[in-house]
Each structure stands twice: as C-alpha cells, then as structure tokens.
C-alpha cells in the first residue's frame, strides 16, 4: 500500500510518463475506466451487451458496491472475494511466493500442488502479504494544489507534496487497521485519498501443480492458443473481534460485504464481458521522445539483461531442486518480462508505433499554436517535458546497472539496513516511506524471510553478472566511491569482493537482525560494519543513490508544474474532436469491458475464441511444460465433464478464452464478468500482438487471455478435487 513520493517522481520523470488518454466513443473496448466513469459509458455499455438499469449502472459504478467491491489488489496483481468466508480467487502465479514460501525440496508445492481439506490446513502466505479492500474515497485536490502553488524551487514543490502526502495518510491511518494511498490522476489534475481496510493475514488455500498452472510454461506466454488452469485460492482472516491483525491461530475468516458468484449462464462467442482490476502503469500519451528511448534502449537492454540472468538460474536449478523452488517467481518474472520487453520492440516497428506517437503529437502542438496566450503556455510544458526526459536519460546505464546491483541478495539487505539507519535519525514523519516505524515490522519479517526466497551461492553468481557489467561502463559513468570499494576492475578483484560480500554477517539469519537497531556510526566505522563486504557496499554507494534521489525529486518537482498544464491543454484538444477521456493506469481499481471474440494473426491465421481439454491430451508430450497430469487425461479420456461444464457449442470443457477486454501489469488475477456482474473467467494473460497495448491499443489485434471458470470447475471436481470450495461458492459438483 506504500507508494513513495519517490516512486511516484521516478514514475513522473523518467522514461516511462504517464498522463492520460483519449479515444473515440464507438472504440468501446479501450478505456481503463475509473468506477465513476461508468454511467459516462451508459450508451456504449449498452450497445456492448450489458444489459443493466441505471441503478444498476450506478451500483457498478460505485468502486464499494456490489460487484466491484469484491475486488482487491493483491501485492501487484488482483483478486476477488468469491464466498462470504473470506474465500478469494487469483492466478496461480500471483501466489507463487505464498507457493514458494511454504514448500521444500522434500514437499514442492509448486511441483505437486497444495489443497486443503479444513481451514485449519490452510498455510499462512507470509507475515508481509496482504490485500486492501476499500473503505472509503477522499477528493484531495484542492489541498494538493494549493501546497503545490506556495512551494518555491522544484524540490520545495517535490518536498511539499511528499510532506503533504505523509500528513494524509497518517491522519487517516489514525484508526487501527486501515491502509492510505494518495492517488495522482491524468498529471495532477486531480488528486484521491483512499482509505481500505488492511488485512495481514493471508492463506494459501488450494494451487494447482504446475503442470496445470502452468501448462505450457514460457513457451506459451504471451501465445495463442492456451490451456493454462492459472488460478488459486486464499483465504483472508481476522481476529476474533473482526478486526485485522496479524497471522494467529486462532484468527477467523474475514466477511467481506461483497462476493462474487459464479456465472450460471454458459460465455460464448461474441458475449458481453467486463472485468475490474488495479492496472499499475500504461503509457498511452507519453511524450514521443520517451517512448522512442524506451523502444531503441531500455526494453532491447533490459530483454537481454535478464535472458543472461534467467540462464543462469535455470542452469543452477537443474542441479539444485531448492534453488528451482526459492527463484521460481524470479524466474518467471524475469523470463516473462523479457519476452514482453522483445515482442514490444518488434510490436513498434511493425506497427510504425514511432511515427504515429510523432504524429499525434505534432497534431497537438499545432492546435496549440492556434490558440493564443493558453496554447503558448502548453508549448512551453510541452518543451520542458522533453528537456526533463533527457535530463532523466542522461546517466541510464549506470542507473541501470546499479540499481541492479544494489537489489541482489546481500548487497539488498545491506542497503536497506543502511538506509533504515540513515533514515531513523530523523523524526518519523520526516522520514521516507518504508522506514517509517510503522513499516518496521513488515521490514523485519522481510528479513527473517530472506533465506526462504535466495540462496547466498546463487546471489554470488547474480552479483558477479552485474559487477562484470559495472566495470564495462565508461570512466565517467563510474561512481569514485565504488570502485575504491571493488579495488580493481579486473577478474581478481570482482573474486575478492564476492569474497568478502559471502563472508558478510547478513547471510546468516541469527546476525542480520542484529543490525536493525544499529546507527548510522556503527555501520559506517564500526569494526564489525567497515570489515563486512555488503556493509561495506552500502555504505560505499549509498551517497550516490541518493545523490541519484535528489536528481529525479528535482525533475519531478519541475513535472509538477508543467506536466498538469500540457494534459489539460490536450485534454481539451481532444473534447474538441468529441472524444472520450480516461485516464493512465496508476495502480488504482479500474473497469473495462468488450466482447469474447476472436482474432486474426499477422499472418492471416483466425483464431478460435476458446480453447478445449482435448487440445491439453493434443499437446501432451509428458515433459515439462507440456506435461499434463495422468488425472485430467485420463478424466478427458473418459469425458467426465459433468452437466454444467461442457459447452453444448464446443463439445467440451472450454479451457482459456479471448476477449477485447484492455488490461495492462497489475491485472493479473482480474475477474472477468458477464452482463450480470458474475464470474466467467480470471485475466492471467494477453496475446503477442497486445504487448505494447501499455503504449497504443490496437482493437483489431489487441487481445487478453482468461480462464474460464468452467474449466477452474472441472480441476476442481475431476482432476486435483477440492469439492468443500466448490461448496463454499455456491458450485457443488455438477453430474457425471
């Protein structure tokens, strides 16, 4: 629920610019929508399919209603609560460090799955997991505005909103319980304070094996067609007296106010969808300069980054089964963003992507010109919008690299504990979020958790990659400091110096948490902190990082004078040619809605809407990650597909499903829901012609790829059986 106002000014400043976007009515299926939008969307809702009164519109439109307040973010993806007990639905691979966490090389949860039998069974998801469900909404603008206005040079105006931010949100976290976030809508034009009830007790309740979850692995990701069974299940708990607290015993279910149920309506083809979720970042209207840095440098550079990263993991987990178990998340993350980094870059040039960011904001600047004193002044945001995306890419291969660096193993223990130190000599309020002492303990359960999600020997060889890297950059991109650090820059001194990092006190679990209380003095001219090799990093690089800090803070102060003026002026550019605005993801709820519909490949292949159980036997080749469970073949082979979970059109259990739906990072784990606001299906992926729908949405091409709850149904009944869920969701087993 932290959102630094650093985070916020990196997200402001660098190459990624969020702002808002505007398309036409009749293109009804792009729009990340905010709730309030809705009864705006009546007519085009109308003409997609939903079937809905304008009360009923307005419940949907209310973000605490009925079905929305279902759904909650869940630590970068989505969930929903599907029963009155607190039960909730998400995508298997957005629970992988609740997975990873509870197995071992003895009892691979991730390899052979995990189901419950009683809710005494259930197995905590870690003290740091939690979910937000919302409270209430709190419009902040005014406030925001005026701080910013009597605020002088840049920084002022950076510090002043991170001042007023830390006062919002600890005034409304007052109350026992409850979770704050201050949220920045199209630039800063208007701003939202939202309150939500912080639950911190979560438990992993059922996850299919991967071979279900995960059928097809990273050779299908981003692919159509797909069989991929991506759910599982958690459950929410409370304390006795209903009120949030950590993991007990004796803690009983959460209930909610809002479930979903199940659909009870077969989805077919060119049926109305909708789905809500917390999209984290699109791009839609970035500047133009922005976008053609990202497409010529950080996604080929990043792609490549982690295809050597990902390697080298693979390589070692194919020797230690405990290191495929502790990274499999990294894994997948790395592999997965790597292929979306690669499939975007040839997604722009095939799309001329470039030339048409150029276009549109050419078109703009034009309009402008036209307009006198008012389009002056949003020529001139304009311009020094493009002035500060330079400045922010002027130094991004050391950024990159070190920020890397400074995220691995060790060396990311060191560096937060440094941090936690530098930042306790200031009083509380002061000091930045995620080392406020109300994030202490959230800090301290990170730390004793380290060895259940890295391994020391598979961080030496993550640390060399990036040490290697480091030295490749030119003199004047170095940090003087560093390498005094590393002494040398040739093959013995990286060895020395992953020597020392394996000798340092933080790899063993007993002595880290000895150094959450240090001061500042101690790490930096103790004995026991100058000698230690992480420590001794940290303390080397940190001036740097935040040297790094107050460079973006300063530009960010600087975007929250102009970027504001530049949007609205397109804003108005674009209600002047009768269109309809929405703005960027920003990690708050969002609703967009379509059609189950099919596409056509660039290769002129059409594709089927829904796929079938028969293509999972199809595509069966018994190894990984092709290898499906002798239970679903057999159970396919025997047709059990019971009454209520084979379609009449298809002859079959309908395995993953296409929709039109608009979806960016951040909706994973979405319910999608028919025209009476029931679950068809889980948002767990799109196809590879939509992995640069964060820049420009091509409705022709653009796809997103769900489980149907048919066929979460079937595993749950026929092939790894959960029946007291089916149960709880008001789904009993259907007839053989």
């Given at each position: 629920?932290?959102?630094?106002?650093?985070?916020?000014?990196?997200?402001?400043?660098?190459?990624?610019?969020?702002?808002?976007?505007?398309?036409?009515?009749?293109?009804?299926?792009?729009?990340?929508?905010?709730?309030?939008?809705?009864?705006?969307?009546?007519?085009?809702?109308?003409?997609?399919?939903?079937?809905?009164?304008?009360?009923?519109?307005?419940?949907?439109?209310?973000?605490?209603?009925?079905?929305?307040?279902?759904?909650?973010?869940?630590?970068?993806?989505?969930?929903?609560?599907?029963?009155?007990?607190?039960?909730?639905?998400?995508?298997?691979?957005?629970?992988?460090?609740?997975?990873?966490?509870?197995?071992?090389?003895?009892?691979?949860?991730?390899r052979d799955g995990f189901k419950t039998g009683t809710n005494n069974e259930e197995v905590s998801a870690g003290p740091n997991a939690r979910i937000y469900v919302l409270d209430s909404v709190q419009d902040v603008t005014a406030k925001v505005q005026s701080a910013l206005t009597a605020a002088g040079d840049p920084l002022a105006r950076i510090e002043a909103l991170d001042a007023l931010e830390k006062q919002l949100v600890a005034d409304c976290e007052k109350t026992p319980g409850y979770g704050c976030r201050l949220y920045s809508y199209s630039g800063g034009n208007s701003y939202q304070l939202q309150r939500s009830i912080e639950i911190r007790d979560l438990r992993l309740?059922?996850?299919?094996?991967?071979?279900?979850?995960?059928?097809?692995?990273?050779?299908?990701?981003?692919?159509?067609?797909?069989?991929?069974?991506?759910?599982?299940?958690?459950?929410?708990?409370?304390?006795?007296?209903?009120?949030?607290?950590?993991?007990?015993?004796?803690?009983?279910?959460?209930?909610?106010?809002?479930?979903?149920?199940?659909?009870?309506?077969?989805?077919?083809?060119?049926?109305?969808?909708?789905?809500?979720?917390?999209?984290?970042?699109?791009?839609?209207?970035?500047?133009?300069?922005?976008?053609?840095?990202?497409?010529?440098?950080?996604?080929?550079?990043?792609?490549?980054?982690?295809?050597?990263?990902?390697?080298?993991?693979?390589?070692?987990?194919?020797?230690?089964?405990?290191?495929?178990?502790?990274?499999?998340?990294?894994?997948?993350?790395?592999?997965?963003?790597?292929?979306?980094?690669?499939?975007?870059?040839?997604?722009?040039?095939?799309?001329?992507?470039?030339?048409?960011?150029?276009?549109?904001?050419?078109?703009?600047?034009?309009?402008?010109?036209?307009?006198?004193?008012?389009?002056?002044?949003?020529?001139?945001?304009?311009?020094?919008?493009?002035?500060?995306?330079?400045?922010?890419?002027?130094?991004?291969?050391?950024?990159?690299?070190?920020?890397?660096?400074?995220?691995?193993?060790?060396?990311?223990?060191?560096?937060?504990?440094?941090?936690?130190?530098?930042?306790?000599?200031?009083?509380?309020?002061?000091?930045?979020?995620?080392?406020?002492?109300?994030?202490?303990?959230?800090?301290?359960?990170?730390?004793?958790?380290?060895?259940?999600?890295?391994?020391?020997?598979?961080?030496?060889?993550?640390?060399?990659?990036?040490?290697?890297?480091?030295?490749?950059?030119?003199?004047?991109?170095?940090?003087?400091?560093?390498?005094?650090?590393?002494?040398?820059?040739?093959?013995?001194?990286?060895?020395?110096?992953?020597?020392?990092?394996?000798?340092?006190?933080?790899?063993?679990?007993?002595?880290?948490?000895?150094?959450?209380?240090?001061?500042?003095?101690?790490?930096?001219?103790?004995?026991?902190?100058?000698?230690?090799?992480?420590?001794?990093?940290?303390?080397?690089?940190?001036?740097?990082?935040?040297?790094?800090?107050?460079?973006?803070?300063?530009?960010?102060?600087?975007?929250?004078?102009?970027?504001?003026?530049?949007?609205?002026?397109?804003?108005?550019?674009?209600?002047?040619?009768?269109?309809?605005?929405?703005?960027?993801?920003?990690?708050?709820?969002?609703?967009?809605?379509?059609?189950?519909?099919?596409?056509?490949?660039?290769?002129?292949?059409?594709?089927?809407?829904?796929?079938?159980?028969?293509?999972?036997?199809?595509?069966?080749?018994?190894?990984?990650?092709?290898?499906?469970?002798?239970?679903?073949?057999?159970?396919?082979?025997?047709?059990?597909?019971?009454?209520?979970?084979?379609?009449?059109?298809?002859?079959?259990?309908?395995?993953?499903?296409?929709?039109?739906?608009?979806?960016?990072?951040?909706?994973?784990?979405?319910?999608?829901?028919?025209?009476?606001?029931?679950?068809?299906?889980?948002?767990?992926?799109?196809?590879?012609?939509?992995?640069?729908?964060?820049?420009?949405?091509?409705?022709?091409?653009?796809?997103?790829?769900?489980?149907?709850?048919?066929?979460?149904?079937?595993?749950?009944?026929?092939?790894?059986?959960?029946?007291?869920?089916?149960?709880?969701?008001?789904?009993?087993?259907?007839?053989?």
């Open positions: 629920m932290r959102y630094t106002a650093l985070a916020r000014a990196m997200a402001m400043t660098g190459t990624l610019v969020c702002g808002a976007v505007w398309v036409d009515a009749a293109q009804a299926v792009e729009g990340l929508w905010t709730p309030p939008q809705l009864p705006e969307l009546a007519s085009q809702l109308k003409q997609a399919g939903l079937r809905a009164t304008p009360k009923q519109l307005g419940q949907w439109a209310d973000p605490k209603g009925d079905p929305l307040g279902a759904v909650v973010p869940l630590g970068g993806c989505t969930a929903s609560f599907v029963s009155s007990k607190g039960l909730l639905l998400t995508n298997q691979h957005c629970a992988l460090g609740a997975i990873n966490l509870n197995s071992t090389p003895q009892r691979n949860l991730l309740v059922y996850a299919p094996p991967d071979s279900i979850g995960n059928f097809g692995g990273d050779n299908d990701n981003w692919l159509w067609p797909r069989h991929s069974g991506d759910f599982a299940f958690y459950r929410a708990y409370v304390g006795k007296d209903g009120k949030p607290a950590a993991y007990a015993i004796d803690n009983v279910p959460y209930q909610p106010k809002r479930w979903l149920k199940i659909a009870d309506k077969p989805l077919g083809a060119g049926d109305f969808v909708m789905l809500a979720g917390f999209p984290a970042l699109t791009n839609r209207y970035a500047m133009a300069d922005d976008f053609q840095a990202n497409a010529d440098w950080t996604y080929p550079t990043v792609a490549a980054h982690y295809r050597k990263l990902a390697a080298l993991i693979e390589t070692e987990s194919r020797k230690n089964p405990e290191i495929a178990s502790k990274y499999a998340g990294t894994l997948r993350g790395w592999q997965g963003a790597a292929k979306s980094y690669e499939g975007q870059v040839d997604s722009f040039r095939r799309a001329n992507t470039a030339q048409i960011k150029r276009d549109e904001e050419t078109a703009l600047l034009e309009w402008l010109s036209k307009k006198g004193a008012a389009g002056s002044a949003a020529v001139s945001a304009h311009a020094r919008l493009v002035e500060l995306g330079q400045q922010a890419r002027a130094q991004r291969d050391r950024d990159l690299v070190i920020g890397q660096l400074y995220a691995t193993g060790s060396l990311a223990t060191a560096m937060q504990l440094y941090r936690s130190a530098i930042e306790r000599a200031k009083p509380d309020s002061l000091r930045e979020n995620g080392y406020r002492q109300r994030d202490q303990a959230a800090f301290e359960n990170q730390l004793r958790q380290m060895d259940r999600r890295s391994d020391p020997r598979m961080d030496r060889q993550l640390q060399n990659y990036w040490l290697r890297e480091y030295i490749k950059l030119p003199k004047e991109h170095r940090v003087e400091a560093l390498d005094r650090w590393l002494e040398g820059d040739d093959d013995k001194s990286i060895k020395r110096a992953l020597d020392r990092i394996a000798k340092s006190r933080l790899n063993n679990p007993d002595q880290r948490t000895n150094w959450l209380r240090a001061d500042r003095l101690t790490f930096e001219q103790g004995k026991d902190g100058a000698k230690d090799g992480a420590i001794g990093f940290a303390v080397a690089v940190m001036p740097t990082v935040l040297q790094m800090e107050q460079e973006i803070r300063s530009r960010a102060g600087e975007t929250l004078a102009v970027r504001p003026v530049y949007l609205k002026a397109l804003a108005d550019y674009r209600k002047s040619v009768g269109q309809v605005a929405y703005p960027d993801a920003n990690g708050s709820l969002r609703v967009g809605y379509g059609t189950v519909t099919p596409y056509t490949k660039d290769n002129g292949a059409r594709q089927l809407p829904f796929t079938r159980v028969e293509e999972i036997v199809a595509r069966n080749s018994g190894a990984a990650p092709f290898n499906a469970p002798p239970a679903l073949l057999n159970a396919v082979s025997a047709k059990r597909f019971g009454n209520a979970l084979a379609d009449k059109r298809l002859e079959s259990v309908p395995v993953n499903f296409l929709s039109d739906l608009d979806i960016s990072g951040g909706n994973s784990g979405s319910p999608v829901l028919d025209a009476q606001g029931k679950l068809v299906g889980l948002v767990f992926d799109s196809n590879w012609e939509s992995v640069s729908a964060s820049w420009l949405f091509d409705p022709a091409l653009t796809r997103t790829i769900s489980v149907d709850q048919r066929y979460m149904r079937w595993i749950l009944q026929e092939v790894f059986p959960a029946p007291r869920l089916l149960a709880e969701m008001g789904v009993p087993a259907s007839g053989k």
